[in-house]
């Protein structure tokens, strides 16, 4: 990443060891989203297994454990997971591997996409986001001034990616597949990999997105849904017309908790995937702009721990995740809101989903830990004339 010029003396680091705004922000989008999963599954959960509590008490488990990792993460520190980060990448890849297996992964809404673990289940495709931060934000420290090199900044990290994308595809998870492409582009943008290399890649993978999407027919199905969405509101747009249905009905100030019509049994995936469309008609703009606003304080705090990290490994981990939690917030909402076809993607911190809410907190503790850094990897001193 290039230098910029400083624009005063380095910060020093928080009294508290860390960025308290974007703990205050993690945890209040944590709190909020235990809130609305019980608020939008309590119905169904009382129909289904009889026990109005069961995804609350069970999104509560991978809250505590995922604020367990935040603090272990925390107290290890970024640096420490440096050494760490291409074993797990090879321990998710396997798990990837094994989820496609049959006895192995289960099954479930026409997806493989879980590994049965007892008491609980586990999504590989959640911490792959988070391995492969840290395994670019490795190998890109590390190369610095190489980057520029086709078979040393470019090839090795698409090759890697891809290995990632192909797997997440075969468990029919195009929404984890994009943002892995998006982590992808992004790091090695801020590597500095030539302008020219990143085109190609775009365009190529823009081709084969099209031919993953045109070639399958429940994906085509979202497109037109989501083209069309009052023309099928009976068949395929059902669910996109539902949640606008209940972000209209939301008004200024909402229907007021529990009080949405959208979870009866006419939103699917009410607690999930469309979580933002319960907020919205239950709290109204105010909710949903709280919502927001908590999502630009975190992608503000993890922007400012990228630019104030003491080394490139940790300025790499920042952005890498900083741009996970944002661009998985920004895609669902879009979905949510009309403006892209379903992804199948939750809304960070906030939907349902034991394997996303540890994962992404374990992922926040790592942030946390770089933007305890003084001084700055990006931050150049000035010159004795002033000039940077």
């Known amino acids: 990443m290039t230098s910029r010029p ?7 680091p928080s009294p508290l060891g860390f960025d308290p705004w974007l703990l205050a922000a993690v945890l209040l989008l944590t709190g909020f989203g235990l809130v609305m999963v019980y608020s939008a599954s309590a119905v169904t959960a009382a129909a289904r297994v009889h026990d109005e509590f069961y995804f609350l008490k069970r999104q509560l488990l991978a809250a505590a454990a995922g604020v367990a990792f935040l603090a272990l993460l925390l107290r ?8 760490v980060s291409t074993p797990l990448l090879f321990l998710v890849l396997a798990s990837l591997v094994a989820v496609l297996l049959p006895g192995v992964g289960r099954v479930a809404g026409g997806a493989r996409r879980w590994i049965d673990l007892g008491a609980f289940s586990f999504q590989p495709a959640e911490a792959a986001k988070v391995a492969l931060v840290l395994y670019l934000a490795r190998s890109l420290s590390r190369k610095k001034e190489r980057m520029r090199i086709f078979s040393v900044g470019f090839l090795p990290h698409v090759l890697v990616t891809g290995a990632l994308v192909g797997l997440v595809l075969l468990e029919r998870d195009l929404g984890t597949a994009v943002i892995l492409v998006l982590l992808l ?16 890649a775009v365009l190529a993978a823009s081709l084969a997105g099209y ?67 319960v907020v919205a008609e239950e709290t109204g703009l105010l909710g949903t702009a709280l919502l927001l606003g908590l999502f630009a304080v975190l992608v503000w705090r993890g922007l ?17 995740l900083t741009t996970l939690f944002g661009a998985q917030a920004l895609v669902n909402l879009a979905v949510v809101f009309g403006m892209l076809p379903t992804k199948g993607l939750t809304l960070p ?22 933007s305890a850094g003084a001084g700055g990897f990006l931050r150049a001193p000035r010159a004795a004339g002033g000039t940077p």
């Open 76 to 83: 290890v520190g970024y640096r420490r997971l440096e050494p």
């Open 304 to 320: 400012r721990a990228t630019l104030s990290a003491p080394d490139a490994f940790g300025c790499y981990l920042a952005l890498g």
């Open 6 to 12: 400083a624009t005063g003396a380095p910060r020093g």
């Open 185 to 200: 582009f992004v790091m090695l943008f801020a590597g500095g990999v030539k302008l020219g290399y990143l085109a190609g």
């Open 211 to 277: 031919e993953v999407v045109v070639h399958t027919r429940y994906r085509m199905d979202r497109v037109t849904a989501f083209l069309e969405p009052w023309k099928y509101r009976d068949g395929i747009g059902f669910q996109i017309v539902e949640s606008l249905l209940g972000i209209g009905n939301g008004g200024f100030a909402g229907q007021g908790l529990g009080q949405g019509k959208g979870k009866l049994f006419y939103l699917p995936a009410a607690h999930t995937d469309f979580i933002a469309a």
């Open 349 to 370: 911190f906030v939907s349902y989903g034991g394997s996303s809410l540890v994962t992404l907190l374990a992922g926040a503790g790592m942030l946390l830990s770089a």
